[in-house]
């Protein structure tokens, strides 16, 4: 997410901790927060699509979403590669 009139780590502080004990309820296997030049990145691996379409459609998480600096323009969604092991 981009930083706009507030910062992204003012909505980590916020909603970061909402949002991570969520994600590890739903089985989150790998995550990471990555501090960006104009904003933050916050990467999440779960087993199955099943459990992230479960994770992301769970209430505090759209809430969180819709909350982020700039929800139409600053929040950027990308489906990723598995990890192996």
Same mark, same amino acid.
């Given at each position: 997410?981009? @930083?706009?009139?507030? #910062? ?8 970061? /901790? ?7 309820? @739903? /089985? ?20 199955? @699509?099943?459990? /992230? @379409? ?23 969604? #990308?489906?990723?590669? =598995? =990890?192996? #092991?």
């Amino acid at each position: 997410m981009l @930083d706009a009139e507030t #910062s992204a780590s003012e909505w980590r502080q916020a909603h970061g /901790r909402a949002f991570l004990t969520t994600a590890l309820r @739903d /089985r989150a296997m790998w995550w990471s927060w990555k501090h960006l030049e104009h904003g933050l990145a916050f990467e999440i691996a779960f087993r199955t @699509d099943g459990i /992230r @379409d479960e994770f992301a459609g769970q209430p505090l998480i759209k809430a969180a979403l819709a909350a982020v600096p700039d929800p139409h323009h600053g929040l950027m969604i #990308s489906v990723g590669h =598995r =990890r192996r #092991s």
